[in-house]
């Protein structure tokens, strides 16, 4: 008896444990502009494949903005892809807040 109460409040509880669902859109291309500013910790790229329309975000399809902690390493990877010609993958989450005003950029990766 007392397993079958602790199932039962243990399903209750699932949705309260979820993580928010993010709605992650991912963009393929090759790097057109890297923007950078000396007095901001924020970055832009733009990339040939650049999307015309944000999806579910308010955000400004212009430009894909980078912020945070993971920014000096998502640079790196940025640099070298326009370096070596290679083209990146750009993983948004299309719910979150905007980064001064433009698509905020999760995750990025190399695709070939």
């Known amino acids: 008896m007392h397993r079958r109460i602790r199932n039962i409040l243990l399903i209750g509880l699932l949705p309260l444990a979820a993580p928010a669902q ?18 901001g910790t924020h970055f832009y790229i733009v990339l040939d494949t650049q999307p015309g329309s944000p999806g579910n975000s308010a955000c400004n399809p212009s430009l894909f903005a980078v912020d945070g902690t993971q920014a000096n390493r998502i640079l790196s990877v940025v640099s070298l892809a326009a370096a070596t010609d290679r083209s990146l993958s750009i993983t948004i989450d299309d719910a979150a807040a905007c980064v001064t005003g433009y698509l905020p950029v999760v995750r990025v990766v190399f695709v070939n």
């Open 22 to 39: 993010a709605a992650w859109v991912t963009y393929d291309g090759k790097v057109q502009q890297i923007l950078t500013y000396p007095s």
